[in-house]
Nanobody, 129 residues
């Protein structure tokens, strides 16, 4: 019933930009913590960036700091991940997730094992020269 749909993935050259979207259906997104995760073949699904519902605090994994930006558009019930200066290592399937949690630290929330209520199907991002 709670659905998340990612879009915006594709092929991009190193140094280029891409904007991913996570559109929510069946629930009010602005009441949830939203996370972006990524998974490369043979690797674990890891947190990339998360934003909490309470105060808008954000988290970025070290490898994307200064390059990626997470944001909300509550009117569109959508969360975005702006990816700038992409690198080969950014290649992965990107997933968004939504959860209601009492965890205060956005960093603590931005892990796969956190109490996420819903996951999207993922969108492929391929960085290639």
């Amino acid at each position: 019933q709670l659905q998340l749909v990612e879009s915006g993935g594709g092929l991009v050259q190193p140094g280029g930009s891409l904007r991913l979207s996570c559109a929510a259906s069946g629930f009010t997104l602005d009441k949830y913590t939203i996370g972006w995760f990524r998974q490369a073949p043979g690797k674990e699904r890891d947190g990339v960036s998360c934003i909490v519902s309470s105060d808008g605090s954000t988290y970025y994994t070290d490898s994307v700091k200064g390059r990626f930006t997470i944001s909300r558009d509550n009117a569109k019930n959508t969360v975005y991940l702006q990816m700038n200066s992409v690198e080969l290592e950014d290649t992965a399937v990107y997933y968004c997730a939504a959860g209601l949690s009492g965890i205060t630290s956005v960093q603590s929330m931005c892990v796969k094992s956190a109490p996420w209520a819903s996951w999207g199907q993922g969108t492929q991002v391929t960085v290639s020269s």
